[in-house]
C-alpha cells in the first residue's frame, strides 16, 4: 500500500512508556506507565470533567483527543475510577498488539492510510479542475 502514516494519540501515549528506550513497549512497561498516569491525572478517587481534559492535553496531545472519557468511563456515571481507567488502557494495548506478544513495536503503533491518486477508481486528492476545463452541466 503507498500511503501517509499516523499514529493514534492512545498509540503516541504508549510509545511514551518504553522506559528502556528499545522502541518496544512491553506490558510491565505500559503497566506502570498507566499506574503513573493515573496519578498524573490527579490520583483522586475518581476523576471527571476538567481533570480528565487536562490529563488528555497532556497525554494525549488534546483536550478532544480519543479516546475520552466516554471511552473510559465504563459504568457511565460521568467520571473514571483508577480500575476503569486501568481496563480502557488495557484493552487499547491488546487492540494495538497485533500479533499478541503482549509487547507493541514501532510497527503496531502506527497505522498506513491510503491515498487516493487520479485516475482509473481515483478520485484525486483535493483538485479540482479550473471552471474553464469542466464538463457543462446537464
Do not use: C
Not at 457511565?76 to 481507567?85: I, K, L, Q
Not at 499478541?100 to 485516475?119: C, Q, Y
Amino acid at each position: 500500500m503507498n500511503g501517509e502514516f499516523y499514529a493514534r494519540p492512545v498509540a503516541l501515549l504508549f510509545a511514551g512508556y518504553d522506559q528502556d528506550h528499545d522502541t518496544i513497549v512491553t506490558w510491565p512497561e505500559a503497566e506502570a506507565g498507566i499506574a503513573v498516569g493515573w496519578a498524573d491525572a490527579g490520583g483522586q478517587a475518581r476523576i471527571a470533567g476538567i481533570a480528565f481534559t487536562e490529563w488528555s492535553e497532556r497525554n494525549l496531545g488534546s483536550k478532544g483527543a480519543l479516546p475520552g472519557l466516554f471511552s473510559f468511563d465504563r459504568n457511565r456515571d460521568g467520571s473514571v475510577d483508577a480500575e476503569e481507567f486501568a481496563q480502557h488502557l488495557r484493552d487499547e494495548f491488546e487492540a494495538l498488539d497485533r500479533n499478541k506478544d503482549e509487547a507493541l513495536s514501532r510497527s503496531e503503533l502506527v497505522r498506513e492510510m491510503a491515498i487516493r491518486t487520479e485516475g482509473p477508481g481515483g478520485g484525486g486528492r483535493g483538485r479540482r479542475q479550473p471552471p474553464g476545463d469542466m464538463p457543462p452541466r446537464r
